[in-house]
């Protein structure tokens, strides 16, 4: 099984699927909550790309990186306060990473 990022992702869907290309790379300048939400997008279209030929495994993959919605789901959530500076570094990082700011903390915080 792949063990994409999302930033891994939406590399492959800008190099794979011509039609949301341009939409991809834009993504992949994007940070903090942008990220997730036009993710979801890009994949919907990703995968409706006929010239982009995903193998079932690579689709799992793309798919394992939506964050769920709605009931059981991701419903709850957790406030911290940080500095500004705190706030940058921890989006940088997520950022580095291929990940939305709250798939980052929580990895973080639970050791994944």
Do not use: C, F
């Not at 940058?88 to 990895?107: K, N």
């Amino acid at each position: 099984m792949n063990n994409w990022t999302m930033r891994d992702a939406i590399v492959e869907i800008a190099a794979r699927a011509p039609s949301v290309a341009h939409e991809a790379v834009k993504t992949l300048g994007a940070s903090g909550r942008t990220v997730g939400m036009r993710y979801q997008w890009l994949l919907t279209q990703a995968l409706r790309d006929p010239e982009a030929q995903w193998t079932a495994e690579e689709r799992r993959a793309l798919v394992a990186l939506l964050e769920p919605l709605g009931e059981g789901g991701r419903t709850d959530m957790i406030s911290m306060r940080v500095t500004e500076a705190e706030r940058a570094a921890i989006e940088a990082r997520a950022e580095d990473a291929g990940m939305t700011v709250s798939e980052y903390v929580r990895r973080k915080a639970l050791g994944e």
